[in-house]
């Protein structure tokens, strides 16, 4: 967690969290309902969360499964972590308030969560997404694709916006995954192609920068410590760059990189010689390699908005005969690297909404995000005598058969039933579609489900176009020689930058 986040009253929180939800969780699904919370928790605190957001993750998973109740958080855990459970079962349901996710909707709901609800709670449920969506071959494949679509729709937006970079990197590769399968798996050999002959090249890199770091006078004076990680392209990023950009292959620079993370000494100079270790690596890497002109981008010296700070060279690691991609790598301290991971998500431990003194300053802004959502979430619902003769829709018709203007669970049964499934089916169904869970079905849910089937087809459409862009430019390589693609099962772990 930190060491600032580490107190002896967060250990004792977070004992009590764990106390309430092991006997609700070691025995369930064979263990794997432990598991994933205690993964929910690691990531939170990887977020660097304090210990009410990390105690919420590990009790959502008993709480969603029924054997912890809301009483039982509030008298063993406390009201902070019950609010924040009640918070982020709210923003569960969010997107279910939604006829269909275009771009404004999503874009309404992602501005009425930040604005309206508790950031730490908005944080927990992206954790908790990030979880669902490394499980979701365990759902079946409609679902999988609604998820997703909520996903890079809603969640992986929302994880930009509160700086969780890394997190919105996975929850964007996912989605891509099971929204376009077919354009993942051909990005996917590509890069895995590009990855496999460049990881020797990687590892020899970062041993000759690491021994020319080491070995200079002057970082030895300002630093204490030095490490470099390598970093690859995440799959979704390099998608848009070949398919809405119109990139060539060989035109996607960053797919192999390098982050040199400093940790200066801490005296009363600890500050200046953050910026000044930064900028020495950057005058050992000139030495080293070829520097490409016009690509550096200081972001010590000129932070981005957001706080952002690194120093991102690009270097031109190509041999006589020899064509190789250009390799970025990125410069920063031990506290630049923290705030980057983390970003926002690391200081937001404020309530968000009219509870925090400077969102309430924003009233009017936070009262425009709920009236723009209240417009989208409210829909008036068909008068009970309305009938069946002012529903235009076919297929509505057809399900309906008694004429009252809803389809009911024994309706939708023996439509099933026909179908030669049974009543399981129809109660899964009845629960997909029925918004305002009445136990039956309006012609306006069922038009929504309708909407929903045409953009899921849609979204088929859109795999297939993309999958024959990827194949034609992707081949225009192979075709070359330049590189070697070698097909690999889509179950393996997907390395992000």
């Not at 986040?5 to 969290?17: C, E, I, M, N």
């Not at 354009?183 to 890069?191: F, G």
């Not at 020797?200 to 021994?211: D, S």
């Not at 990827?470 to 693609?485: F, P, Y």
Request: proline share 3%; with cysteine.
């Amino acid at each position: 967690m930190g060491e600032e986040l580490a107190t002896s009253s967060s250990s004792s929180l977070l004992f009590r969290a764990l106390k309430l939800a092991l006997p609700a969780l070691r025995d369930a699904d064979g263990g794997r309902a432990l598991a994933r919370a205690l993964t929910v928790a690691a990531s939170l605190a990887d977020l660097q969360m304090d210990a009410e957001v990390i105690s919420a993750g590990i009790l959502r998973e008993a709480l969603d499964a029924g054997s912890v109740s809301m009483s039982d958080v509030k008298a063993q855990i406390g009201i902070s972590t019950a609010h924040l459970l009640h918070e982020s079962l709210r923003l569960k349901h969010a997107p279910s308030k939604l006829d269909i996710l275009d771009d404004e909707s999503a874009g309404a709901l992602r501005k009425f969560c930040l604005t309206y609800y508790d950031i730490r709670a908005v944080i927990l449920e992206l954790a908790l997404k990030l979880d669902i969506m490394r499980h979701l071959d365990d759902l079946p494949k409609y679902l999988q694709r609604i998820k997703s679509l909520e996903v890079m729709k809603i969640y992986a937006p929302l994880a930009h916006a509160v700086g969780a970079g890394n997190l919105s990197l996975e929850l964007e590769d996912l989605s891509f995954r099971y929204l376009f399968p077919h354009s993942y798996n051909h990005v996917d050999q590509w890069l895995r192609s590009q990855e496999s002959e460049c990881k020797a090249l990687i590892n020899l890199y970062k041993e000759q920068l690491l021994q020319a770091l080491k070995a200079d006078d002057e970082l030895k004076r300002i630093v204490q410590d030095i490490s470099i990680q390598g970093r690859y392209k995440s799959r979704f990023s390099t998608m848009k760059k070949l398919v809405k950009d119109g990139r060539k292959p060989e035109e996607v620079n960053d797919i192999l990189g390098l982050r040199v993370i400093l940790e200066p000494r801490c005296d009363d100079n600890s500050l200046d010689r953050g910026p000044r270790a930064c900028h020495r690596t950057h005058e050992i890497i000139q030495a080293l390699w070829k520097e490409v002109p016009g690509r550096t981008k200081d972001y010590i010296s000129r932070p981005k908005e957001n706080g952002y700070q690194s120093l991102h060279v690009a270097i031109d690691v190509s041999e006589p005969g020899k064509m190789r991609p250009l390799m970025e790598i990125q410069i920063r301290t031990k506290e630049m690297e923290k705030s980057a991971v983390g970003g926002d998500a690391s200081h937001s431990l404020y309530k968000g909404g009219l509870t925090d003194p400077g969102e309430a300053k924003r009233l009017k802004t936070i009262m425009l995000a709920a009236a723009e959502l209240a417009a989208l979430r409210l829909r008036d619902l068909p008068d009970s005598d309305r009938g069946v003769v002012n529903c235009k829709n076919p297929a509505f018709r057809q399900l309906d058969k008694n004429g009252d203007g809803r389809i009911s669970i024994e309706e939708l049964t023996e439509v099933m039933e026909d179908l030669g499934a049974g009543g399981k089916d129809a109660t899964e169904l009845m629960h997909l579609l029925d918004a305002n869970s009445d136990g039956s079905l309006s012609s306006d849910e069922f038009e929504s489900f309708q909407r929903q089937i045409e953009l899921m087809r849609s979204l088929e459409d859109d795999d297939d176009h993309y999958r024959r862009i990827l194949k034609e430019k992707l081949h225009t390589i192979d075709s070359a020689g330049l590189i070697h693609v070698y097909r690999k099962e889509l179950g393996d772990k997907l390395p992000v930058s």
